[in-house]
Nanobody, 115 residues
Framework: VQLVESGGGLVQPGGSLRLSCAAS????????MGWYRQAPGRQRESVAA???????YYASSVKGRFTISRDNVKNTLYLQMKSLEPEDTAVYYC??????????WGQGTQVTVSS
């Protein structure tokens, strides 16, 4: 299993970014996948996810601003982020829970929101 994130960068407050996570080695459409983030000095937290029962989850801090989506043909997970705030600054990680419950992580992509 390999997860490769891209799309991070520096953006001004109020701006937008779209993160991508290219997945390989898994049956993408059936899997429990999502996005986490970790800011300096803070614990890693779940941001958005597709749950195994087909629902979506959003952290309250991003609800209405972030949208998770996926392309099952391209085996790619996305996170569209709008109205970005300085508090969204973090390293964003793609996450997948394998069939045995093992946690897989990407290498992370830095998102910095600053004027």
């Amino acid at each position: 299993v390999q997860l490769v994130e891209s799309g991070g960068g520096l953006v001004q407050p109020g701006g937008s970014l779209r993160l991508s996570c290219a997945a390989s080695g898994i049956i993408f459409s059936l899997n429990d996948m999502g996005w986490y983030r970790q800011a300096p000095g803070r614990q890693r937290e779940s941001v958005a996810a597709f749950t195994s029962d087909g629902n979506t989850y959003y952290a309250s801090s991003v609800k209405g601003r972030f949208t998770i989506s996926r392309d099952n043909v391209k085996n790619t997970l996305y996170l569209q982020m709008k109205s970005l705030e300085p508090e969204d600054t973090a390293v964003y990680y793609c996450h997948y829970v394998g069939p045995t419950g093992y946690d897989y992580w990407g290498q992370g992509t830095q998102v910095t929101v600053s004027s």
